[in-house]
Nanobody
Framework: VQLVESGGGLVQAGGSLRLSCAASGRTFSRDAMGWFRQAPGKEREFVAAISGSGSTTPYADYVKGRFTIARDNAGNTVYLQMNSLKPEDTAVYYC??????????????????WGQGTQVTVSS
């Protein structure tokens, strides 16, 4: 079971990035998937999640209206489109899978599988 994030990098404030999370080793199409982030010296925090069907997509207030989560079940991939990026969005972004979740969760302890993370740096 493997989740691999990609798409991170350095971008100026106001710019955009699109993160991808490729899943392998099992079928994730029914799993709720989530994106979390962790800045230096801070706890890992919820960003967004998506149900298996893609119909439910909760967001953290601090990214609502700027970030969009989506998934391609045929390709076993989850995306995070990040627009209007701010310096405070700088963090390592992690993809996670929650097979046990009946609805997409913001609680990181409910997620069983995690990727290695991808660095996003937003300069002012």
């Amino acid at each position: 079971v493997q989740l691999v994030e990609s798409g991170g990098g350095l971008v100026q404030a106001g710019g955009s990035l699109r993160l991808s999370c490729a899943a392998s080793g099992r079928t994730f199409s029914r799993d709720a998937m989530g994106w979390f982030r962790q800045a230096p010296g801070k706890e890992r925090e919820f960003v967004a999640a998506i149900s298996g069907s893609g119909s439910t997509t909760p967001y953290a207030d601090y990214v609502k209206g700027r970030f969009t989560i989506a998934r391609d079940n045929a390709g076993n991939t989850v995306y995070l489109q990040m627009n209007s990026l701010k310096p405070e969005d700088t963090a390592v972004y992690y993809c996670a899978a929650c097979p046990r979740c009946l609805v997409p969760s913001a609680r990181r302890y409910e997620y069983d599988f995690w990727g290695q993370g991808t660095q996003v740096t937003v300069s002012s």
